[in-house]
């Protein structure tokens, strides 16, 4: 029962973290991170991501325009891109790492306690990986509903709000957290217990070294 359970632990961890270092990846380069719906012109809306900024029109599509300057960004856009790229190294990391410490995998076969510590260094990775892309979405998020609220900006002034962006990086902050666990506690269970071996096999002992001393003639 504790090996299926540690099976089925090992391969739903790695599927949740797959798609959520997906959705990271997607969270990097998608443009929703901010919406901004004018009043004065309903048929535009803006959008503002990492690297750009686009306006949807009704009629004439997308169109998106790359930022010129890293340096002009504001800090938590900036920092979001390092947080970002961090968060898929060591997602990638992580997957690979914990791949190879997967129990149905014949490389290492034989070696339970590297494929342990494999598997444990993975989660943490996976875990890494989901702290650094709840920052930079959380940070935004706080950042946007910090102008939103701004007093001193007078009313006509339109405001960003949440784009789609920082929903998918949430799911994806979440999928890795949730992967890395599980990741972490199939690595917490063992196959076979050592003290259940050593048990048995004193158990199956004594009845063959008293069967053997039946069968042996006396010696006079």
């Known amino acids: 029962m504790a090996l299926v359970f540690r099976t089925m632990a ?14 990271s990846c997607l969270t990097t380069y998608l443009p929703q991170w901010k919406n901004l719906n004018l009043d004065l012109n309903e048929m535009e809306n803006w959008t503002m991501g990492l690297w750009q900024t686009c306006v949807v029109q009704d009629e004439g599509g997308m169109q998106c325009k790359d ?3 890293f340096l002009a960004l504001p800090a938590e856009l900036r920092i979001s891109r390092i947080l970002m790229f961090l968060s898929n190294g060591f997602g990638v990391l992580g997957l690979l790492t914990s791949g190879f410490g997967l129990d149905c995998l014949r490389i290492g076969e034989g070696q339970g306690e ?3 510590r494999l598997m444990i260094l993975g989660g943490i990775l996976l875990w890494l990986s989901a702290i650094t892309a709840l920052i930079p979405v959380s940070w935004v998020a706080h ?3 910090q102008e939103f609220w701004d007093e001193t900006i007078p009313d006509i002034v339109p405001r960003w709000e949440f ?3 920082l929903f998918v990086g949430w799911f994806a902050g979440f999928f890795l957290i949730i992967g890395g666990s599980l990741l972490n506690c199939a690595a917490c269970f063992t ?3 050592p003290s259940f ?3 048995t096999v004193t158990e199956l002992q004594d009845p063959i070294q008293s069967l053997e001393m039946k069968n ?3 010696k006079i």
């Not at 090992?10 to 959705?23: A, D, E, K, N, R």
Request: glycine share 8%; aromatic share 8%.
């Open 143 to 145: 950042i946007t509903v």
């Open 163 to 165: 784009g789609e962006a």
């Open 191 to 193: 196959q076979i217990s």
């Open 216 to 218: 042996t003639p006396l």
């Open 10 to 23: 090992q391969l739903v961890g790695l599927s949740l973290s797959l798609l959520g270092w997906i959705l």
């Open 67 to 69: 930022f010129d300057s």
């Open 197 to 199: 071996d050593h048990y």
């Open 114 to 116: 590297l494929k342990k």
